[in-house]
């Protein structure tokens, strides 16, 4: 830091120095700011007569106080959803923030609780000694990884006349399933494994209660019949729209998903596609039932058109002579090659047009015009 120097008294004009006698002239006048310090500096001060004639040297100590060290703080792990109380180990005043230079001030004091987080997350602290602030130290809260899917069935779909299905179950700690409407039997509820022959017909939600450190709980749905459609259709998959899954009619369900390449797909008995994984362009997905029982094997498939992300910029701002009209510059790429415009109380020689002229309204001064992709 900087060090502001004042002759308090008397008044008249002054010479700073860095020597007690010699030495360098620094500056004239009654103040003196010196250069940023990093250790103890003493500078020497002297009253200038009108006649020339000087004073014996004032000396004036700038004492450099080192910054306290950064605080620390242990990190931890935590299950998703949760929060924590983080405690740092400080001798001054210590704050939270949230990025390690500039960002939030998040809280002060030597704890500080979290919201709730889903995700990794680290935090920065230092403390501060008067007025001299340490350098940030980082502590992370870690998510403790929940295996996903819980667990999963072969197929989304069993014969009622196949053998009994047992769940692949992820969660090393195991857990209880349960199944809702009550009409689905279990051989067991710790395996998941389906009495098919004392279940009734119809499609259930199996919930499996994870245990461990993270209890959780995760669901599928499962179906039983005694003939089997594989039927399904998809919307609009857009690259930025996250996740989709599959749409069934009536009577219909879900086997085992399938793609010609290039479809990511987070669980294949569920159908749910990860669109922003995939690749974009056509494909053909498909739903196989397998055969088990007296049901036969069957599938079926769906085209589905992975849009890539639109990318849409209008152009620069501008500015024109009043009354002007002004030529735009729009640019649409990725998921759609055109766009339309719109805002103003002016015209567009043709709203569809990337580089469409806009006419300003009378006595309109400014306008922010929006160019929205048609994808």
């Known amino acids: 830091d900087t060090a502001s120097l004042t002759v308090t008294t008397p008044s008249g004009n002054y010479a700073w120095y860095d020597a007690a006698t ?81 960002g939030h001030l998040l809280a002060t004091g030597s704890s500080f609780t979290t919201p709730a987080l889903n995700r990794n997350t680290t935090y920065y ?62 051989v067991s509820t710790t395996t998941g494994q389906i009495n098919l022959a004392a279940s009734a017909s119809g499609t259930y939600t199996i919930s499996f209660f ?10 599928a749905d499962v179906t039983i019949t005694s003939s089997p459609n594989a039927q399904f259709s998809y919307g609009a998959l857009c690259q930025n729209s996250g996740t989709a899954f599959p749409v069934f009619p009536a009577g219909a369900s879900a086997g085992v998903f399938s793609s010609s390449g290039g479809i990511v797909f987070l669980n294949t008995t569920t159908g749910e596609i990860n669109i922003a994984a ?63 415009w719109s805002g103003g109380a002016g015209s567009f020689s043709n709203p569809n047009q990337l580089n469409a002229v806009y006419t300003p309204a009378p006595g309109e001064t400014t306008v922010t015009l929006t160019l929205t992709s048609a994808d």
């Open 22 to 102: 010699g030495g360098n002239l620094l500056v004239t006048g009654s103040a003196y700011v010196t250069p940023p310090l990093v250790s103890t500096t003493t500078y020497y001060v002297e009253s200038v007569s009108a006649n020339g004639c000087s004073s014996t040297r004032t000396a004036v100590t700038a004492t450099v106080t080192p910054p306290p060290a950064a605080p620390s703080a242990s990190g931890t792990s935590i299950c998703p959803g949760s929060s924590t109380t983080l405690t740092a180990t400080a001798t001054g005043t210590v704050s939270w923030y949230d990025a390690a230079v500039g």
């Open 125 to 186: 602290i230092e403390q501060a000694a008067g007025t001299c602030v340490s350098p940030r130290a980082s502590v992370t809260v870690s998510m403790i990884a929940i295996p996903s899917p819980q667990f999963k069935y072969s197929s989304g779909t069993f014969c009622k006349t196949g053998a009994n299905p047992s769940p692949t179950i992820n969660n090393p700690d195991g857990g209880i399933f349960s199944a809702s409407p009550g009409a689905l039997v279990f």
């Open 210 to 219: 994870g245990g461990g450190t993270c209890p959780t709980t995760s669901t």
């Open 278 to 340: 995939s690749t974009p362009g056509a494909h053909n997905i498909t739903n196989t039932i397998p055969a088990s029982g007296t049901c036969p094997a069957t599938s079926f498939t769906f085209p589905v058109t992975v849009d890539p992300t639109a990318v849409v910029s209008a152009g620069t701002n501008q500015v024109v002579p009043f009354g002007t009209p002004v030529t735009l510059a729009g640019s649409v790429s990725g998921g759609a090659s055109t766009g339309i």
